[in-house]
């Protein structure tokens, strides 16, 4: 498991698809993709899709994700995405009462209860106090960010490129 923490935004594409039996549906898909304007978002999410649509497709809706930080697995069946809702603990110290502040998280894994192991791993290893309040599965179906971008072998920093 890994958590990044980027700029994420949650995009819906539309598409023409066709189906087993022949015939052409429009579908709508869920994708995530991490970026730093609205602008950058649509161009990512274009340049991703393009590779596996063939034909048109439309950019229907981008909207800036409330995630603090993604949860990737690095098990291969880990295909589904998940939104959990963990409230961290603390105690307010003047009056000594309990508070609850709410952070939400999308996590990678095949099961609700592969969810929430993911979760237990990464904040396992912090200090935080937390519950998990919801876990919710999601229509997303893939999350690219930053280092997703294919780079060509011989891509150089411009400054050490030959004259």
């Not at 994700?65 to 961290?88: C, G, M, P, V």
């Amino acid at each position: 498991m890994k958590a990044i923490s980027e700029n994420w935004f949650e995009t819906k594409i539309a598409y023409d698809k066709t189906m087993e039996d022949g015939l052409q549906k429009q579908v709508k898909e869920n994708y995530v993709v991490s970026a730093l304007s609205f602008t950058e978002a649509e161009l990512r999410i274009t340049e991703e899709m393009s590779s596996y649509i063939s034909g048109e497709f439309e950019v229907k809706d981008i909207k800036k994700a409330t995630y603090r930080e993604i949860f990737f697995s690095d098990n291969e069946n880990d295909d589904r995405w998940y939104k959990a809702k963990l409230q961290f603990i603390t105690i307010d110290e003047k009056t000594e009462k309990e508070k609850r502040q709410n952070v939400y998280y999308l996590v990678q894994a095949s099961t609700l209860l592969g969810a929430v192991r993911n979760i237990d791993s990464v904040m396992g290893g912090t200090m935080i106090d937390y519950v998990i309040a919801s876990v919710n599965e999601t229509t997303i179906l893939d999350v690219y960010h930053q280092y997703d971008s294919k780079k060509k072998e011989n891509d150089k920093p411009e400054f050490e490129q030959a004259d």
